[in-house]
């Protein structure tokens, strides 16, 4: 009765499970709110500056600009904008799938002051005449689209028709004015202008006093500017000036292949994960795939619940941690096939393998939950969506990987009815030890007994010294290829319905004004042209340049501006972002383990980190902000096969009991790699799988951020066996010659009785 309610208990939680999925996915994915790279859209930081002789710039200045610029883009229709106060005299605002954005653009950054003039531009009335809010868009006398305006003093804007209608023919008109400069702006030269270009609303001829309260306001408008206008006016003006520091634009039609690519990539890397768990694993790695599913929709529900923006490197994070997710699962499992061998039962293996796991897998943990912190912390919009949702996966990862499976495998196990049949397990009957041989796991024999890590250890120093010396010349001679992120000026990515070439793209900016010699050509059928310029397009410019690469390629551009103060600020950022992390890291590892242990993990940390700068420089790939996401990522990736490593070293030291030649030493170190190369290997292959799919499959935009992925996996696993493992044995080797023999009495493991048990 026993054995079936708990086989009954495990039937219906799958079916619970699969009912709740199957009936709120669906809903949970509309509710998910995509970023501008994913539906389009634009993204600007603004620098609020003072007026000549205006008001000085203070936190309250600034919060009311962005309350003056989030009632602004109410008038553009847009759902859920992001408006966000940054550094004290910076805003920042996002605004995805707005359809115009040009319009958009202008009607944030303009300054919004009617002011009424002559001819002369003497000011006659300003928008502190006018009533708030009452400015509306509707016809006038000959059914044409007009503003209408509320003086508040009848009398005076009497005295200023006037004065007005006094002045000779020509010059009897009333200018009004959006946005006048004094000293730059005059009615002489503004008038020469194009229509579309001037600054002047309208010039009404004023031939008789007019005392009324009612002001028309009529042009060459039509119905949606003269709501536009009317809405802005009663948003009030701007008391300081908007200087654009940074900006993105994605084109809808962009966004849209880039979510469609990169989803068809997640769903290829996630499904060979899921293969590859049952054919390795077999049951276990069945139960590894149903919560892994759960995982996947516990991120999406937190993050529609904390009403997240999706952006393309919050979904690489998603299946970043799918990968990672695996890690846990792959670790006790490896546990439970060890104690399986040595002929417990598979009751017994179950609970002592989940038990010895879990401080590896905290461990783990929490070094990568530090690097996602600090990303969070130190990132710009695209990489702090990153950094959310690579902190959702660490924590459900945690639940659906440690509790999830646990509970799923242990009503199976403790049932009864996998009793014997170790093979579920991908253990065979001629791999198992008799009980009565009472050998103990830690001296199992392994695939990797021949291989001696410690006595070439010395090779593969030479191997990184050489290949870090050649990153260094290389470096030195052609430095990074910063992206605008850091070096600051304006980048282009042309897309075109057709495949297009360099020439193309260099003869057709030629001809329109903007020549570059920096031009890349990319995209699975060549229909990307990626431009660069050390320059820093204005507004205009880059208008003007989106509408001439529309017309000319026939789908719209994507074009981001950066400052070189904001490329320098994120440099610096990106400093004190690895800089802090890697604090951090050492400072955990050193107080959960050794200090010795925390400086080879450091050394190991900095190798990865050069050693992915270096591989970058030598291919010339773009450095941009997601690539400090990428090196964040492998740092705290690769700090989990260290800790794991390091791990197994500190309880075969407690079997040992006693060390006292250098040789001891060296057998501890190389049968603890031994010991966990299989589940280094596993591990490593089920991030690959999703990161090359990433890489092969996934949006543009992303690739450069997938490729450092890749190279990060390789050299984060090489350095945690060849380096980091290492140098440790030389530390200790110091301390062996120094204070002789190291007695290590059996250790409790400090969080071990914290595990949660089935």
Same mark, same amino acid.
């Given at each position: ?23 709120? !996915? ?7 709110? +995509? ?85 002369? =531009?003497?000011? +006659? ?22 503003? !209408? ?12 028709? *006037? ?9 009897? /008109? ?32 004023? !031939? ?27 948003? &009030? ?21 880039? $979510? ?161 049949? *170790? ?27 021949? /291989?001696?890590?410690?006595? !070439? ?22 430095? +990074? ?35 570059? @010699? ?10 990307? &042209? ?30 981001? @501006? ?35 242990? &925390? ?67 060296? =057998? ?40 450092? $992925? ?6 984060? *696993? ?17 301390? $062996? ?22």
């Amino acid at each position: 009765m026993k054995r079936r309610g708990r086989i009954i208990a495990f039937l219906l939680l799958l079916v619970l499970f699969a009912g709740t999925m199957g009936t709120t !996915t669906s809903p949970i994915l509309n509710n998910v709110k +995509l970023g501008l790279d994913l539906q389009g859209g634009f993204e600007v930081l603004y620098e609020v500056q003072e007026l000549k002789g205006g008001t000085k710039i203070t936190e309250s200045v600034v919060a009311d600009t962005a309350d003056a610029l989030g009632s602004r883009v109410d008038v553009l229709g847009v759902s859920e904008p992001n408006i966000q106060v940054e550094s004290n005299n910076r805003i920042r605002v996002q605004l995805a799938g707005v359809e115009d954005q040009d319009k958009a653009r202008e009607l944030l950054s303009t300054q919004a002051d009617l002011t009424f003039r002559d001819v002369d =531009d003497k000011l +006659l009335l300003s928008g502190d005449d006018l009533k708030e809010g009452k400015a509306t868009g509707g016809f006038g006398e000959y059914n044409n689209p007009v503003v !209408t305006l509320e003086m508040k003093d009848a009398n005076k804007f009497g005295e200023v028709t *006037t004065e007005i209608k006094a002045k000779p023919p020509g010059q009897n /008109l009333l200018v009004i004015w959006l946005d006048f400069v004094e000293g730059e702006d005059s009615y002489a030269t503004e008038i020469l202008k194009p229509e579309k270009d001037r600054k002047i609303v309208s010039a009404p001829q004023v !031939t008789k006093t007019i005392a009324s309260s009612n002001v028309q306001i009529d042009g060459s408008f039509t119905t949606k500017e003269t709501k536009e206008l009317a809405g802005i006016l009663n948003a &009030g003006a701007l008391p300081v000036h908007l200087e654009e520091v940074y900006s993105t634009s994605v084109g809808a039609q962009f966004g849209e292949q880039a $979510l469609s690519k990169t989803i068809f990539a997640g769903i290829i890397g996630i499904a060979l994960i899921f293969v590859f768990m049952i054919a390795y694993y077999r049951l276990p790695g069945l139960v590894a795939v149903i919560t892994l599913s759960i995982y996947i929709y516990i991120i999406l529900l937190v993050f529609t619940l904390i009403n997240g923006v999706l952006t393309l490197p919050g979904i690489a994070a998603l299946m970043l941690g799918v990968g990672m997710a695996v890690d846990a699962n792959i670790l006790t499992y490896e546990r439970i096939r060890e104690e399986l061998r040595v002929g417990k039962s598979i009751q017994t293996s179950f609970s002592a393998g989940a038990k010895s796991a879990f401080t590896a897998i905290l461990d783990a943990n929490i070094t990568t939950m530090i690097a996602a912190v600090v990303l969070f912390i130190f990132g710009t919009s695209s990489v702090k969506g990153f950094a959310v949702v690579l902190i959702i996966s660490i924590l459900a990862s945690f639940l659906t990987a440690v509790w999830g499976s646990r509970l799923l495998l242990g009503l199976l196990v403790n049932s009864g009815l996998l009793d014997g049949k *170790t093979g579920l397990f991908g253990i065979s009957k001629n791999r198992i030890h008799p009980a009565e041989e009472k050998v103990e796991t830690l001296e199992l024999t392994t695939k990797f007994d021949r /291989l001696d890590f410690v006595g !070439t250890r010395k090779k593969f120093y030479t191997i990184s010294a050489i290949l870090l010396t050649t990153g260094i010349i290389v470096l030195g001679i052609f430095k +990074l290829n910063l992206g605008i992120d850091f070096a600051g000026g304006t980048r282009v990515e042309v897309v075109s319905n057709d495949s297009i070439t360099t020439a193309e793209v260099s003869d057709y900016l030629d001809k329109i004004g903007h020549p570059s @010699t920096d031009i890349i050509i990319s995209g699975d059928t060549k229909n990307i &042209g990626v431009v660069r310029y050390k320059e820093e397009f204005k507004q205009e410019e880059v208008s003007q340049l989106k509408a001439d690469l529309a017309a000319e390629f026939g789908a719209e551009a994507n074009v981001s @501006t950066v400052s070189n103060t904001v490329g320098k600020e994120l440099a610096k950022n990106a400093m004190y972002a690895l800089l802090y992390a890697a604090l951090g890291i050492v400072i955990y590892v050193a107080f959960r383990f050794e200090w010795r242990m &925390g400086v080879a993990s450091i050394i190991g940390l900095l190798h990865d980190a050069f050693f992915m700068v270096a591989v970058f420089s030598i291919l010339r790939l773009e450095v941009d902000v997601t690539f400090i996401a990428a090196v964040l990522t492998i740092v705290g990736y690769s700090i989990n096969d260290t800790i794991v490593t390091f791990d197994r070293i500190r309880e075969n030291i407690s079997h040992r009991k006693h060390i006292a030649t250098e040789g001891e030493l060296a =057998d501890i170190v190389n049968k603890s790699l031994r010991q966990t190369l299989g589940r280094s290997v596993n591990t490593v292959l089920t991030v690959i799988l999703v990161v090359a799919a990433l890489a092969l499959l996934g949006a543009e935009s992303i690739r450069p951020f997938s490729i450092a $992925l890749l190279i990060g996996l390789f050299a984060g *696993t090489y350095s945690s066996i060849f380096i980091s493992a290492q140098i440790w044995f030389d530390l200790k080797k110091r301390e $062996l010659k120094e204070k002789g023999p190291i007695k290590a009495d059996e250790q409790k493991k400090q969080w071990g009785s914290d595990e949660p048990v089935v």
